[in-house]
């Protein structure tokens, strides 16, 4: 079984503060994980994913994010937050043995000029 | 790469009739998922194919609920008839889901969002 979970419904920060937007996981296996990006009347569209390898990925747009095993956690940053980073933001995670992930309920950044 | 495609972007129908939404993968990923996105139930994933078989249709809500994939470039979700409640942002979304340059994420349509009365 696989699950996935973001705590926080919303995350408000000021522009140029840093930002984290949280993603805590559950995977009887070994995890894939994946942040996605949605802006108003869009789809979703791929960040960046945790496959193997360094703990630390680096995406689109100026995102990072931090796999830690020990904390089966996945949190989403950036050093410097823009306005136009302001969307929701999903979390999604795949057992390296499973043909489908499994999407969080959706963070929404709301970033403050 | 024109990406995943959607079609229609909008449908508007009334309750009873049939409804179909269409998508088109992006050429050579062989993985393709019907996903439904509303606020109160989120984004929920109906079905998915492997090279055009369906896998897992447990997310599928009930027999109104129906989708095909007949051949690596096209697949149809139908409902049949529709309901009010059935309202909502359709996603499809494909992906490289086997094989040596599988991608592991998925690229996903601009969605059709549909609205029965």
């Known amino acids: 079984a696989q699950s996935v979970a973001q705590p926080e419904d919303q995350v408000n920060v000021a522009e140029g503060n840093p930002l984290t937007v949280k993603c805590t996981y559950s995977v009887s296996g070994n995890p894939y994980l994946f942040w996605y990006v949605q802006y108003p009347n869009r789809g979703l569209q791929f960040l960046l994913k945790y496959i193997t390898g360094d703990n630390l990925v680096k995406g689109s747009y100026g995102f990072e994010a931090e796999f830690n095993k020990s904390q089966t956690s996945f949190h989403l940053k950036k050093p410097s937050a823009l306005v136009s980073d302001s969307a929701l933001y999903f979390c999604?995670?795949?057992?390296?043995?499973?043909?489908?992930?499994?999407f969080g309920d959706g963070t929404t950044l709301t970033v403050k000029p | 790469d024109a990406g995943v495609i959607q079609s229609p972007r909008h449908e508007v129908t009334e309750m009873g009739q049939e409804v179909t939404l269409r998508c088109k993968p992006i050429s050579g990923h062989n993985s393709l998922f019907w996903y439904r996105q509303t606020m109160m139930r989120g984004l929920e994933l109906l079905i998915y194919f492997n090279n055009n078989v369906p896998i897992d249709d447990s997310g599928m809500p009930e027999d109104r609920f129906s989708a095909k994939m007949p051949n690596a470039s096209f697949s149809t979700l139908k409902i049949q008839p529709s309901e009010p409640r059935d309202s909502a942002v359709y996603f499809c979304?494909?992906?490289?889901?086997?094989?040596?340059?599988?991608?592991?994420?998925?690229?996903f349509g601009p969605g059709t969002r549909l609205t029965v009365t």
């Open positions: 999604a995670v795949r057992d390296t043995n499973a043909g489908k992930s499994t």
């Open positions: 979304a494909s992906s490289i889901g086997t094989g040596n340059t599988r991608t592991h994420e998925q690229y």
